[in-house]
């Protein structure tokens, strides 16, 4: 997930893969990220990340049944980036973590996160700098209006 840094502009992900398994790569980045946004902001996924989904796992040696909110469950699993990926996913939903796994609400960032608080409201990937940064522009914004 955190192979593309928005602020620094740069993707790790084109180091390790190349043509059609890094294009597939960032497609399913992109897509858990949209799932993993529903996770911090509560609102519903979008049905066209689901098909996208869908449609990465039935391209993967990994056969895998995707549920309308995002999750995964495999069936079989092969050495493939994807399939991998798509593994850990289902393994997250089967132990209770993958609604616990967020991006952070800044859009500047959109760095994902494992939101440890207890009631799972964790917003921002660091509260220190990314919520910080947040509360201060929506600060000035209604400074700016008085």
């Known amino acids: 997930m955190n192979t593309r840094n928005l602020m620094r502009g740069t993707d790790r992900l084109s180091r390790t893969a190349a043509g059609a398994d890094l294009e597939a790569l960032r497609d399913l980045r992109e897509a858990i990220r949209a799932v993993l946004l529903t996770h911090t902001t509560g609102q519903p996924l979008d049905p066209t ?77 660091d509260m220190s700098i990314c919520g910080s940064r947040v509360k201060m522009r929506a600060y000035r914004r209604r400074a700016a209006g008085t």
């Open 49 to 125: 990340v689901v098909g996208r989904l869908r449609a990465l796992a039935l391209a993967a040696p990994l056969r895998a049944e995707i549920g309308e909110d995002g999750s995964a469950a495999p069936a079989a699993l092969d050495d493939n980036a994807v399939a991998r990926v798509l593994a850990a996913i289902a393994s997250a939903g089967q132990t209770g973590t993958w609604r616990r796994l967020k991006v952070c609400a800044n859009p500047d960032c959109q760095w994902a996160f494992y939101d440890a608080s207890r009631n799972r409201s964790g917003t921002w990937c």
